[in-house]
């Protein structure tokens, strides 16, 4: 079974708005890391958060994660329709196995 | 031109077939890995290689087998296809945050049909 999973599937926004896109998983992990996709496209990494760290900012994204509830949030502030695309929050998980893998992500569509 | 190139970009194949799909990197990185992508399902891992002579099986492994034939190259086989792996196959390449794996590079897939 696939260790995130991102929640809402699908979301849908006027320009300007705030998105928010949640991502649980079940293992402990070294870090959690967020990314984009365009239709069909090969996956852009957006930002990566460590373990030990409970935030982090890069441009219009913020990122939180808080390893007792094994949950991450990922918000773009003031959305814009060229943000339509899928994002996937992804786990490098501990323990030694040092496999990454992905949930099944968010859908976002930005409405001009 | 791309840091993770992959060919074929596109393959219609029959049941039965064998197929090879093949990755390279000029990243210079020591991981890589294949993942498959349907709908609904978000990417799965297939394999996962952190040198030439580590090589492990992800979550869906069965009905593939990899080579990292270089530090650059690695190629993901479907001895003998089946439709239901028709999907597309994305190779990705990382480096390391501090021990731990860093943020990874994809290629732009290769479509897999199987008829």
């Known amino acids: 079974s696939q260790q995130g999973e991102e929640d809402p599937q699908a979301l849908s926004i006027q320009e300007g708005e705030n998105a928010t896109m949640n991502c649980s998983y079940k293992t402990s992990i070294n870090n959690l890391q967020w990314y984009r996709q365009n239709s069909g496209r090969g996956l852009v990494h957006l930002i990566l958060i460590r373990s030990n760290e409970r935030e982090k900012h890069s441009g219009r994204l913020r990122v939180t994660l808080d390893t007792s509830k094994k949950s991450s949030s990922l918000l773009i502030t003031a959305s814009r329709a060229a943000d339509t695309a899928s994002y996937f929050c992804?786990?490098?998980?501990?323990?030694?196995?040092?496999?990454?893998?992905f949930g099944i992500g968010t859908k976002l569509q930005v409405i001009p | 031109d791309a840091d993770v190139t992959q060919t074929p970009r596109n393959r219609i194949t029959k049941t039965g077939k064998r197929i090879m799909l093949e990755c390279s990197q000029t990243k210079g990185h020591d991981r890589m890995y294949w993942y498959r992508q349907d709908p609904g399902l978000g990417l799965r891992l297939i394999y996962y290689?952190?040198?030439?002579?580590?090589?492990n099986k992800g979550e869906i492994s069965d009905g593939y087998s990899v080579s990292r034939q270089a530090q650059a190259k690695f190629s993901l086989s479907l001895e003998s296809a089946i439709p239901n792996q028709t999907a597309l196959y994305f190779c990705?390449?990382?480096?390391?945050?501090?021990?731990?794996?860093?943020?990874?590079?994809f290629g732009e897939g290769s479509r897999l049909t199987v008829l």
């Open positions: 992804a786990t490098d998980e501990a323990g030694g196995y040092q496999k990454v893998t």
């Open positions: 290689s952190f040198d030439v002579k580590d090589i």
């Open positions: 990705a390449t990382s480096g390391r945050q501090g021990p731990n794996t860093g943020e990874l590079f």
